[in-house]
């Protein structure tokens, strides 16, 4: 699942994304003006605050573990402005498929293949970049031999590349 807002000069802003069966609570975390796109088929349930609110005062285990994907998110928001804040686009691409090669990678042979279909667009949004950007970038990636391409998919073939581009980036 992909949560997204519009921005005030009508371009999309991937705000979230979350595995299948990874967050059972994504729901009541999101703000009213978030978007909702299925990656892969799945089920949308919506509770209202109240209920949510209630169901939460009589379980503390429950509440818990929200207040814990909340902390995760409020850390998630705090690493995206520093990516937009003081990352090249190339370095924000290698720490997405990195983050999308763990929640969604399936290990082949040559490395995590991103089990999404993803256009250029798409992961401009996940970025804060263009689409002309995404696209030099990710000849960038493939020309330093971090990811190929097979069937439109990607396949990230080393998972320790954006540690080590952000070592050579002096900005990190």
């Not at 503390?60 to 003081?86: G, M, N, S, W």
């Not at 997405?96 to 399936?106: D, I, S, T, V």
């Not at 949004?125 to 995404?134: D, E």
Request: with cysteine; aromatic share 6%.
């Amino acid at each position: 699942m992909r949560t997204y807002r519009i921005t005030r000069d009508g371009r999309e802003m991937t705000t979230g994304l979350y595995a299948a069966n990874s967050e059972w609570n994504l729901i009541y975390m999101c703000g009213q003006q978030d978007c909702f796109e299925a990656l892969k088929p799945s089920i949308y349930v919506r509770v209202a605050k109240a209920t949510a609110t209630n169901a939460l005062a009589r379980c503390p285990d429950t509440l818990a573990t929200v207040l814990h994907h909340i902390l995760c998110e409020f850390e998630h928001a705090f690493r995206k402005q520093e990516d937009l804040t003081y990352r090249e686009v190339p370095i924000r691409l290698a720490h997405l498929l990195a983050m999308l090669g763990e929640k969604f990678g399936k290990p082949t042979k040559r490395g995590k293949r991103i089990a999404l279909k993803l256009s250029q667009e798409k992961l401009a949004t996940m970025i804060g970049s263009s689409r002309p950007a995404v696209n030099i970038a990710l000849k960038q990636l493939k020309e330093a031999g971090i990811i190929c391409m097979c069937n439109k998919e990607i396949i990230l073939l080393d998972p320790e590349a954006p540690a080590k581009m952000c070592n050579k980036n002096t900005h990190c």
